[in-house]
């Protein structure tokens, strides 16, 4: 992973975080995005930087703005001049019983599991081709076995998963 750049979305917290951290010990760059979490992401940089100057930069986006997305993949390849993988790690993760569903939850819920990737795996494709690289989509057990009190999500992680497959087929 020497010299690659890879943006994570969601790279804050929890899983986002240890991501960064492994490939950032790996020897890449990484873009460690977020929407709210900023003093966790400003922590993280600064502690990648610390190891490494110059080796991470940080990204604020709504993933459910879709303007925002070929602009964070702007703001990627503008500064470290290469992208090399993009792992869609963002993810909102709420209870949604049937009836109890409404369109700001399925903004929501598909919007961060499943159409912020499409759109930024279509907005990083050209540069991933350049470099030969990677997307890399974080799913779930619930994607294939739905979790009670959660279709809504379940849903968007399906859908994720097979997004996923059809990528791979297209790019």
């Known amino acids: 992973m020497i010299g690659k750049t890879v943006l994570i979305t969601g790279a804050a917290k929890r899983v986002g975080r240890s991501i ?7 020897g890449a760059n990484v873009v460690v995005h977020y929407r709210a979490a900023a003093d966790a992401a400003k922590s993280l940089v600064a502690e990648l930087q610390a190891i490494r100057r110059d080796s991470a930069l940080i990204v604020q986006a709504d993933l459910l703005d879709t303007a925002a997305l070929d602009q964070l993949i702007s703001v990627t390849v503008t500064h470290f001049g290469r992208l090399d993988a993009l792992v869609n790690n963002a993810s909102t993760f ?7 569903i409404d369109e ?33 989509n974080i799913v779930d057990i619930h994607g294939e076995r739905p979790l009670a009190g959660y279709p809504l999500y379940c849903a968007a992680k399906a859908a994720l998963v097979g997004l996923t497959r059809a990528l791979a087929v297209e790019l």
């Open 20 to 26: 960064a951290h492994e490939l950032h010990a790996g």
């Open 94 to 100: 709420f209870a949604t019983p049937i009836g109890q």
């Open 104 to 136: 700001a939850t399925w903004l929501d819920l598909v919007g961060s599991n499943f159409k912020a990737p499409l759109f930024l795996s279509q907005a990083a494709a050209p540069f991933l081709r350049q470099t030969r690289g990677n997307i890399v």
